[in-house]
């Protein structure tokens, strides 16, 4: 993220309790409004007023965390399969890939640790069960570079494909382009005084999710040990 100091406020910063002596203006209402990226409430069409209505909506902010209802498409949701078949498949083939290399440990520790954060839940169920529920596919990310402070993360196939059936993405609500213009913003870094990047640890995860149908679509399987284990997501998580 990036914004130019010395903005001034126009709403009551929920930051100012834990940075109350920041010299830094955290200008969040300008930075996120549409018009800075040239988006007007002119140029949506209806449908987008009503999806981004509906969201805003559905936003609560409680125990410190945000809580949100996904926008979906529901007509190419109800043609999401189940794909439980496929990641299990995937499954048995990360886990001899990485049991081989001694890293299948370091790859459940990542989900231990998440699930230590209220992140994934696990869920008992029988396998006649399994297809009542959308299973995401994933596969572990190496990273060999001295310094990584993270080795090994999960990422997750949420584009997954079955014939002409729609994959999870395409089944949200896409949007609008919030994308900055990139000329407008190598303006911005050459003309201003001061510019500040952060990266915010594991930040979508912070997002959680308020409905069970919504969590149902973020399934996944764990090998461990002998026993096959399945979970949840209870928050956000962007597939590939």
């Not at 994934?120 to 396998?127: D, W």
């Not at 609500?173 to 900055?180: E, F, P, S």
């Not at 915010?200 to 149908?213: E, G, P, T, Y």
């Not at 973020?218 to 209870?234: A, E, I, P, T, V």
């Amino acid at each position: 993220m990036c914004f130019i100091l010395e903005s001034q406020n126009t709403y009551e910063d929920p930051l100012s309790d834990f940075f109350p002596d920041s010299v830094v203006q955290r200008g969040l209402e300008k930075m996120f409004n549409m018009e800075s990226l040239d988006i007007r409430e002119s140029d949506l069409s209806n449908y987008d007023r009503q999806k981004i209505g509906q969201f805003r909506q559905s936003i609560q902010f409680r125990d410190n965390k945000y809580y949100i209802q996904l926008p979906w498409e529901e007509y190419k949701l109800s043609c999401v399969p189940s794909n439980h078949a496929v990641a299990l498949r995937t499954l048995e083939h990360v886990a001899r890939r990485l049991e081989k290399k001694q890293l299948y440990q370091d790859y459940l520790n990542i989900f231990q640790e998440q699930e230590r954060d209220g992140i994934i839940e696990e869920i008992f169920m029988t396998p006649e069960r399994f297809d009542e529920y959308v299973w995401i596919p994933h596969r572990p990310v190496l990273k060999t570079d001295f310094t990584s402070t993270t080795k090994i993360r999960p990422m997750f196939n949420c584009s997954l494909k079955a014939g002409d059936t729609p994959s999870l993405n395409e089944a949200t609500y896409q949007g609008i382009n919030l994308t900055n213009d990139l000329l407008d913003l190598h303006l911005r870094f050459r003309t201003n005084d001061h510019v500040v990047l952060a990266n915010i640890r594991k930040a979508f995860l912070m997002i959680r999710l308020q409905l069970d149908s919504d969590k149902n679509k973020f399934y996944f399987f764990l090998k461990d040990g002998s026993r096959l284990r399945c979970f949840r997501y209870n928050t956000i998580i962007f597939g590939i």
